[in-house]
């Protein structure tokens, strides 16, 4: 014991770490929203955030700027706001002093905005009055709808970043001060939003761009220096400034093959000289996968499960495979349950370019553009104008012109919204990348007796063996999903009234009808049309999109790899439609195409599923199947 002290005693000390400040703190936890801010802002920038220091009254003044037209007599409706410097020493760039603080008046949700203006009188009198909405002899309701209306050209939006529901976009509208600053190309300050982690709060932060003298009126740009296009920039100016877009284009950009690689920057295509894989019949197929309802109901003797894909000659992985170079090269026997290049048909944007692409059966005018099966559709970051454009025309017509905005990347119905206000869709594009469809507002709607007539959506299985040959199947049996109220073109934020997935969905009833027992309701329901009809073009449909996929390489379409094998899910609804002889139709709209899709109801209903699929894909056995190449 005493060797072992005189040891200790001989080491040398190691000097305490002195604790941060909280100033250093503050800076280490918000490092990445600081880079954007003039360091020497920084310090002040800290004490007003803690102590909520707002006073840029102190240096500002909010100014009501009556527009005078000389052939008419006073009127003072006619009217701007502007913001100018108070402050007789003006404003300089290098006054560390010069950061300021700006609330947010109100900060809210998407989906939950209008029952907040409904619950909180104060707030919806708040939100008139900044947005110089007239409420005198107008309905609450009118007033909210107003208000929802008027809103895109105040509205503010950020994320917390990652992927789930607490991290959907939030949306704000800055305090009284806030809002009345103008807009110019030019801008004299910049203003952003910034959260304050240690207190869970956000606010906007402003500080000058440019020396300001007393007088001097202070502007910001409401779309952002980095968009530099001219065209894109009176785009996204259109909330506040009119341009004439009818005379655009709505044509399609050319997408290359960099704006395809962008999406799979991680994916790795495989050394094409591989034979295609066929199994001996004098043993069973080894398969390994992470997919627990396949590991539970794979009971096909003809196959048996292994716990290492080392030792499998089918590997079925439920979550995205990338390094199929190395696959090829070292393991070229192995199927792999995933093609290079899906995302071509899996990612919403792409699988639009796609379909776009698909031959034959195109339509070119106002009504629709593009395949019949396709909704509109347009990709918010590259194809802005000519959705403005389309919209206007459609307007112009008075041709429905409601929309539905979705994520490119997102699932379970999260971020998706429906308007048919083209200043959401424009300033939608803030909020992440996204493509915008024409809301499908005639669908063929299903009675439920105890509800009324809702929508509903299908999804089908479809099993890709081969892309060069192309062989496709698709699985006899289809899954059906209700929503749970009557359909109509209002109350966009119902979820249960315009959506259709209520798995996912808090206290939502989940309807289940199979599909043998749905086919003949369907018919008594619509007695002029047979579901077999139905179907043979709902086949047609996926016949064309994977002819599509399949017609060029990558990265703009799928990769023949022989090792690969693959199942998708592909979602659709059905819309009321007229031929050419002006007849009413029944035209199969698709709506996605979903990799590695939920199998646990279909496993439920029927145990047989997954042997069925991988007797087809693998075996090459057709089992439940229906070919379609």
């Not at 000519?386 to 379970?412: E, G, S």
């Not at 300033?427 to 007796?449: N, Q, W």
């Not at 199947?473 to 929503?483: C, S």
Request: hydrophobic letters at 35%; proline letters at 6%.
């Amino acid at each position: 014991m005493k060797i072992y002290e005189e040891e200790e005693d001989t080491m040398p000390h190691t000097p305490p770490v002195p604790s941060q400040t909280a100033y250093e703190q503050f800076v280490e936890s918000h490092k990445t929203q600081l880079e954007f801010v003039p360091k020497h802002l920084w310090k002040r920038l800290h004490e007003k955030l803690d102590k909520e220091i707002y006073d840029a009254g102190n240096a500002f003044q909010i100014m009501k700027h009556v527009i005078v037209d000389e052939d008419e007599e006073d009127d003072e409706s006619n009217y701007t706001w502007k913001v100018i410097t108070t402050d007789p020493d003006g404003v300089s760039l290098d006054d560390p002093n010069q950061i300021y603080l700006i609330d947010h008046a109100w900060t809210y949700r998407l989906n939950t905005a209008k029952q907040q203006l409904l619950e909180y009188d104060n707030m919806l009198q708040r939100m008139a009055n900044m947005m110089d909405i007239d409420d005198e002899g107008k309905s609450k309701n009118d007033l909210v709808d107003e208000v929802l209306d008027k809103m895109w050209c105040y509205n503010q939006t950020y994320t917390l970043g990652g992927n789930d529901a607490q991290s959907l976009p939030i949306w704000y509208i800055m305090d009284e001060f806030g809002v009345k600053i103008a807009h110019s190309d030019d801008p004299t300050v910049k203003v952003v939003p910034f959260y304050y982690a240690s207190q869970n709060i956000s606010f906007s932060i402003m500080w000058p761009l440019k020396p300001l003298d007393e007088g001097d009126e202070v502007t910001r740009d409401y779309v952002g220096s980095h968009i530099t296009d001219t065209v894109l920039r009176k785009t996204k100016l259109l909330p506040w400034k009119f341009h004439n877009f009818s005379d655009g284009s709505i044509d399609h950009v050319d997408f290359s093959d960099e704006f395809f690689a962008a999406h799979n920057v991680d994916e790795s295509l495989p050394v094409m000289d591989a034979d295609r894989v066929v199994f001996s019949r004098d043993r069973s197929v080894h398969v390994y996968s992470d997919d627990e309802n396949l590991k539970a109901h794979l009971t096909d003797d003809r196959f048996e499960l292994v716990d290492d894909p080392a030792d499998a000659d089918v590997m079925w992985f439920s979550k995205h495979y990338k390094n199929f170079r190395t696959l090829s090269e070292k393991y070229p026997k192995k199927i792999i349950s995933q093609f290079p290049n899906e995302i071509v048909l899996t990612i919403k944007d792409l699988m639009a370019i796609t379909a776009f692409r698909s031959p034959g059966h195109n339509a070119n005018t106002i009504e629709h553009f593009g395949p019949k099966w396709l909704p509109v559709t347009y990709n918010l970051q590259k194809e802005l104008p000519q959705l403005v454009t389309y919209f206007i025309k459609r307007q112009t017509r008075r041709l429905d012109n409601h929309w539905i905005c979705k994520p490119w990347n997102m699932a379970r119905s999260m971020d998706i919204h429906i308007t048919n206000n083209l200043n959401e869709l424009i300033r939608m594009t803030e909020s992440g990348p996204k493509v915008a469809c024409k809301y499908i507002h005639d669908p063929v709607l299903f009675h439920r007796p105890e509800v009324g007539d809702v929508k509903f959506d299908i999804r089908y299985v479809v099993l890709l063996s081969s892309v060069s040959p192309l062989v496709v199947h698709v699985y006899k049996i289809f899954w059906l999903r209700f929503a749970n109220k009557p359909f109509s073109l209002d109350s966009f934020e119902d979820y249960e009234k315009h959506f259709t997935v209520m798995n996912y969905a808090e206290e939502a009833q989940l309807k289940q009808i199979h599909y043998d027992e749905f086919i003949p309701m369907f018919e008594s329901q619509y007695p002029d049309f047979s579901w077999e009809k139905i179907e043979e073009s709902i086949f047609d449909m996926i016949r064309q999109l994977f002819e599509s996929a399949s017609s060029v390489e990558p990265p703009q379409g799928l990769c023949p790899y022989p090792q690969s094998r693959a199942m998708y899910a592909v979602d659709l609804m059905l819309q009321w439609d007229q031929d050419s002889k002006g007849e009413k139709i029944i035209q199969p709209m698709m709506c996605e195409v979903n990799f590695s899709p939920d199998c646990e109801r279909a496993c439920k209903y029927h145990p047989f599923f997954f042997n069925d699929v991988l007797s087809t894909l693998i075996l090459g056995q057709e089992s439940n199947v229906v070919p379609l190449f």
